[in-house]
């Protein structure tokens, strides 16, 4: 049976690529396009899943919609304030909701194996990471980056306040802190990442390099056709992909 999908942010550069892949694929459908000028609302019955690539307010409002009508949702949006994600946590109360900043499965895996990493050399490695992406990128460290910081401070019990964040190649990093993150914008890069764990008897470096923003949109149908028949609750593509 084909599982209905509705696709919020359908005229964006990704909800056309999401609603490409879904049309392309024989175990899903495309109930409907949403976009500016129309309603969730006057679309969701009969959608088994949506997926949410639109705008930090929009995506509040369609999580309390959805939660309303029963139908579980998928959001990609980033750069989410504090209060925009407690009104998500709170309609996942209602209705499972999947809120991930980087719907790639191999940045997630990335996640995964940065936290196993730290977490086995401990405090006993430098941890540099450095992102790169395209210039017109506004966000610096990008909303990834910040990710990956946050497995590699988990795993290995380094604490906020000692990394350095600069910006460019020729920026210098504090040497007194043991963590940097370094944000590099060049031309057209949709997204690079890469964690260098080092001391003075060796290093171990961990990357991911994206070819083509579909990964993006195929993770997007990964978790949405996961999400269909979950309980209310709110997931991460960790729960998706197995990796907790």
Not at 118 to 147: C, Q, W, Y
């Amino acid at each position: 049976m084909s599982t209905n999908i509705i696709v919020i942010g359908s005229k964006g550069r990704m909800g056309q690529r999401i609603c490409a892949l879904i049309q392309a694929d024989p175990l899903l459908t495309l109930k409907a396009g949403v976009d500016q000028g129309d309603k969730l609302e006057d679309v969701i019955t009969g959608a088994d899943a949506i997926i949410d690539f639109s705008s930090r307010e929009s995506s509040v409002h369609n999580a309390q919609i959805a939660a309303e009508h029963g139908v579980p949702i998928v959001i990609g949006t980033t750069g989410l304030s504090e209060n925009e994600t407690a009104l998500i946590t709170a309609a996942s109360k209602k209705v499972a909701i999947i809120h991930a900043p980087n719907m790639s499965i191999g940045v997630n895996v990335l996640f995964n194996i940065v936290e196993k990493a730290a977490k086995a050399f401990g405090m006993n490695m430098r941890i540099d990471l450095e992102e790169t992406h395209h210039i017109h990128k506004k966000d610096s460290p990008s909303g990834t980056a910040v990710r990956v910081l946050e497995h590699a401070l988990k795993g290995s019990g380094f604490k906020p306040d000692q990394v350095s964040y600069v910006e460019g190649p020729e920026a210098n990093v504090a040497q007194d802190k043991p963590v940097s993150c370094r944000a590099l914008r060049e031309g057209e890069v949709i997204g690079d990442h890469g964690v260098t764990f080092s001391n003075e008897q060796e290093s171990l470096t961990i990357s991911h390099h994206a070819k083509t923003r579909d990964i993006f949109a195929a993770g997007s149908l990964t978790a949405a056709k996961w999400i269909v028949g979950k309980a209310p609750g709110k997931y991460s593509m960790f729960d998706v992909l197995g990796l907790k």
